[in-house]
Nanobody, 123 residues
């Protein structure tokens, strides 16, 4: 499955932003989808994931209660709503898909990756 991430940008701390991850693949709805981020000089970090149906979601502790992952399988798109952004959220954000359909908290579970979209949060 091919994934296209977009929606990053430069925002001030405390702002909100929504990332989108879209696919033209008709099987998109079969995959769990997640977001993983990587800041310069740091390892990739799991952010959030959602199961194929949207019935289960997982979040990293660092974004819990601030970020919300959702999906629209009719539009073949997943979203990451980010509120109360902090400078520590600055990173390249990658959307990814897990062909098992079952979401987890491991970045290693993803089989397919989109390109990153850069988020920069200024203080």
């Amino acid at each position: 499955v091919q994934l296209q991430a977009c929606g990053g940008g430069l925002v001030q701390a405390g702002s909100s932003l929504r990332l989108s991850c879209s696919s033209s693949d008709k099987t998109f709805g079969d995959y769990a989808v997640g977001w993983v981020r990587q800041a310069p000089g740091k390892a990739r970090e799991f952010v959030a994931a959602i199961s194929w149906s949207g019935g289960r979601t997982f979040y990293a502790d660092s974004v819990k209660d601030r970020f919300t992952i959702s999906r629209d399988n009719v539009k073949n798109t997943a979203f990451l709503q980010m509120n109360s952004l902090k400078p520590d959220d600055t990173a390249a954000y990658y959307c990814a898909a897990d062909r098992s359909g079952y979401a987890s908290t491991s970045a290693k579970s993803f089989h397919y990756w989109g390109q990153g979209t850069q988020l920069t949060v200024s203080s």
